[in-house]
């Protein structure tokens, strides 16, 4: 009986030797399915990239072709411009006779309200909408060091400037007292004009708001640009 288990056990172990090479043959193979594989994600992505490098390219060479970014003067009338590259506003700094500084901070578009074209030609149907674009800015007015802030906050639209409220500051920015004053429009209409005049007389006018316009469209474009070329570097990293 011995015997019989023993010549049971030994075909047992020769029927069963041959499953471990056969195992070991395959492992080439699931290596060289994962090699495949990682290569093909490898080309996947070299593809997308080689895509968005390309279209990149196309965008900035357009920008640079066909609607370059100008070269404005840092000077505007009365005003010296501060200009930051990849920052959303702008500073204006000018002084008022010999006692008064005027510090304005632009931010760039920060809205838009639809408007009506102008109707081409004779016919009867109108032109279609268009887009109006606004500008917020901070119009600070201080008299020596030891003086409070008269703030005028503004909204600059591409041909007209308008207050939309007056603040008396501390010298540290804060309010100078808890009645911060009433809404602009709020104010009697004389008011409201002599506060625009005196707004004006500093400079701060219609004719600032289209230079203004016309600075944040520049800068706009440029920081486009700029943007970019910074992807553009990441991505070809």
Same mark, same amino acid.
């Given at each position: ?27 080439? +193979? ?18 997308? &990239? ?8 196309? *965008? ?21 411009? *501060? ?32 408007? /009506? ?15 109006? +674009? ?8 201080? /008299? ?24 008396? +500051? ?12 009433? *809404?602009?429009? &709020?104010?009697?209409?004389? +008011?409201?004009? &002599? ?14 708001? *289209? ?25 070809? /990293?």
């Amino acid at each position: 009986m011995a015997r019989v288990l023993r010549a049971s056990r030994r075909l047992i172990l020769s029927n069963s030797r041959p499953i471990s090479p056969s195992l070991q043959s395959l492992k080439p +193979l699931f290596a060289s399915r994962f090699q495949s594989r990682d290569y093909i994600t490898e080309m996947r992505k070299s593809t997308i &990239e080689s895509n968005l490098l390309r279209t990149l390219r196309s *965008e900035i060479q357009y920008e640079l072709e066909y609607s370059p970014p100008q070269q404005f003067e840092k000077e505007f009338e009365l005003f010296s411009i *501060e200009d930051r590259k990849g920052e959303q506003w702008i500073r204006l700094r000018g002084k008022h006779g010999e006692e008064e500084d005027i510090k304005i901070e632009v931010t760039m578009f920060d809205g838009a309200v639809p408007v /009506k074209k102008s109707g081409g030609g004779g016919g009867g149907g109108g032109g279609g909408e268009d887009v109006k +674009l606004h500008m917020s800015l901070i119009v600070d007015i201080s /008299k020596g060091e030891n003086c409070d802030v008269l703030e005028f906050i503004c909204s600059a639209w591409p041909d007209a400037l308008e207050i939309q409220k007056v603040f008396m +500051l501390g010298r540290d920015g804060t309010p100078g007292a808890p009645y911060v004053g009433p *809404e602009f429009k &709020e104010l009697d209409d004389e +008011l409201q004009k &002599e506060l625009q005049e005196y707004l004006e007389a500093r400079g701060v006018n219609d004719e600032l708001a *289209e230079f203004l316009h016309a600075y944040m469209m520049n800068k706009d474009k440029t920081e486009l640009i700029n943007w970019m070329e910074n992807v553009k570097c990441f991505v070809d /990293k």
